[in-house]
């Protein structure tokens, strides 16, 4: 960004689309304040530059929103994206609901944006029947829009309905990727579908993704739940983790059943001894494998 800021210092005249540039350029660099400091900068502001305020500052988005509205400028359907990805943020249903009435009342024109926006927003707000509503309208739908609906019905304990719109995804033009994966295996896990999602887990070669910790974590709870411990270490044992993700598989443990938790750390330190005695202990977890009976002395330990 320096060298872009020396250019931006050094021009005679500056039009919206540098001014928007800028801003964008310091967001996307993680500097949200230099990136208002910018907007408060430009003299006369239009809806590309309220418009990249409104995508760039969940935060502030709101407050931003309506002070667009107070200098009389007409949002678009961009705007309502960024507005609406900030209500899903903040989880607050009446909220949603007021937007949702704003764009209908404006006739916002309701593209690919804000549909996925609006199934984002209601999902994440708790209202599971209305983001299904609106998907199930949806002439077409991406990746992303599978994802919010399928991730809302998982993390909402609907595990057998998002299972089968998992399903129906299969059957669509869309692929799922690593989110749909990880939700669906979510869902698998605290529905107790273990075959289900042993199914799901094998086909990752034919959606071309690359299963992640995140993904063997969640496979493992499954087993684990299931009291099928032997399984899930014979899956750990020939999971593809890189020392240098040693530190988030960890912290990834966090939220598994004990069982699981001992099962990969037994597994890890086997390989990577000590980076699994320097970390795990910081996120409160035991680097023994007193806990699996059948692992007995494990060599490495």
């Known amino acids: 960004m320096e060298t872009a800021r020396e250019l931006f210092d050094k021009m ?4 919206a689309f540098v001014w928007s540039s800028m801003g964008t350029g310091y967001f996307k660099a993680g500097n949200a304040d230099e990136a208002q400091a910018v907007f408060d900068r430009i003299p006369v502001r239009n809806l590309v530059n309220w ?9 502030k988005a709101l407050e931003a929103f309506h002070s667009m509205l107070d200098d009389r400028i007409k949002p678009d359907e961009f705007t309502m994206a960024g507005v609406l990805s900030a209500c899903a943020q903040l989880g607050s249903l009446e909220q949603a609901r007021k937007v949702h009435s704003f764009i209908i009342q404006h006739r916002i024109r309701k593209n690919q944006f804000v549909l996925n926006g609006l199934v984002d927003m209601f999902a994440k707000c708790g209202d599971l029947a209305f983001a299904r509503k609106i ?3 949806m002439q077409w739908r991406n990746t992303e829009c599978w994802n919010s609906m399928i991730s809302a019905l998982s ?4 595990s057998i309905e998002a299972i089968k719109l998992f399903s129906k ?3 669509s033009d869309q692929k799922p990727n ?6 669906v295996l979510g869902a698998c896990t605290h529905g107790g579908f273990v075959d289900e999602g042993l199914r799901i887990f094998n086909k990752f070669d034919v959606y071309g993704v690359a299963a992640a910790v995140e993904h063997y974590g969640c496979l493992v ?4 739940r299931a009291g099928r411990l032997r399984e899930a270490y014979e899956i750990v044992k020939n999971m593809l983790v890189q020392p240098n993700e040693i530190k988030g598989a960890i912290k990834e443990l966090g939220r598994l059943q004990q069982g699981a ?4 750390l037994t597994f890890l330190n086997t390989k990577y001894t000590q980076a699994v005695v320097h970390v795990a202990p910081r996120w409160g977890l035991n680097t023994h494998a007193a806990k699996i009976p059948f692992l007995g002395d494990t060599p490495g330990l």
């Open 12 to 15: 005679p005249a500056r039009n």
């Open 155 to 158: 993390s909402h304990g609907q």
């Open 135 to 137: 998907f199930d309208n």
């Open 178 to 183: 690593a989110i749909t994966l990880l939700a």
């Open 51 to 59: 418009n990249t305020l409104i995508a760039g500052c969940s935060e």
């Open 221 to 224: 709870d499954l087993l684990d």
């Open 169 to 171: 995804m299969e059957c």
């Open 261 to 264: 938790v001992q099962l990969i």
